[in-house]
């Protein structure tokens, strides 16, 4: 009889223990579903802020070098160079 008392114990224990793992594993979800959703929102921070169909801004450059030469009936050359610089920032908003 003694024997049947033993086996039922050990069924107890493991039956205790493997209740006891659960219990950790359900506490730990909380803390290791926060640990997944700061990793994500450190990525996305690193993204940077997000695009705005509503509201538009830009910077536009443009450059343009252009050299000419001519020649006169004389035998005289010229050489002119044009160099033009644009820049501008573009603030724009559509809709309401």
């Known amino acids: 009889m003694n024997k049947k008392y033993l086996k039922a114990q050990t069924i107890l224990e493991y039956a205790v223990f493997i209740g006891v793992i659960a219990a950790v594993l359900v506490a730990m979800q909380v803390y290791v579903k926060r640990a997944?959703?700061?990793?994500?929102?450190?990525?996305l921070d690193n993204?940077?802020?997000?695009?705005?169909?509503?509201?538009?801004t830009g910077d536009s450059s443009t450059h343009l070098i252009m050299s000419t030469t001519t020649s006169s009936?004389?035998?005289l050359s010229t050489y002119e160079v044009l160099r033009q610089h644009q820049?501008?920032?573009?603030d724009e908003q559509v809709g309401k």
Do not use: W
């Open 73 to 75: 009936a004389e035998g």
């Open 47 to 56: 993204i940077g802020e997000q695009y705005n169909p509503t509201r538009t």
């Open 36 to 43: 997944a959703q700061g990793g994500m929102r450190a990525s």
């Open 87 to 90: 820049a501008r920032t573009v």
